[in-house]
């Protein structure tokens, strides 16, 4: 199965900006988080197809993951 992922700001950095990835079977966000070792810790905000989801959220064939790191600053 395929979904895209699409990396945020920091996370992109030694990684990608967007790309298609092939998992044996529906991944769930924590797994890709674990795939591309980001902490969920420092994860902000997770859209999949547009709308807020969790870290146990199970991707659908073709769907499009997009992960947002905490925003820091004052």
């Known amino acids: 199965m395929?979904?895209?992922v699409k990396f945020f700001?920091?996370?992109r950095e030694g990684r990608f900006k967007s790309r298609e990835?092939?998992?044996p079977?529906?991944?769930?966000?924590?797994?890709?988080l674990e795939r591309y070792a980001i902490s969920p810790d420092a994860v902000g905000v997770v859209l999949c197809n547009g709308r807020h989801?969790?870290?146990?959220?199970?991707l659908a064939d073709g769907e499009t993951c997009s992960i947002f790191p905490k925003v820091g600053g004052g």
């Open 9 to 11: 700001a920091g996370f």
């Open 2 to 4: 395929r979904v895209t």
């Open 53 to 58: 989801v969790d870290f146990s959220h199970r």
């Open 21 to 23: 990835i092939e998992f």
């Open 25 to 32: 079977g529906p991944p769930t966000v924590a797994a890709i």
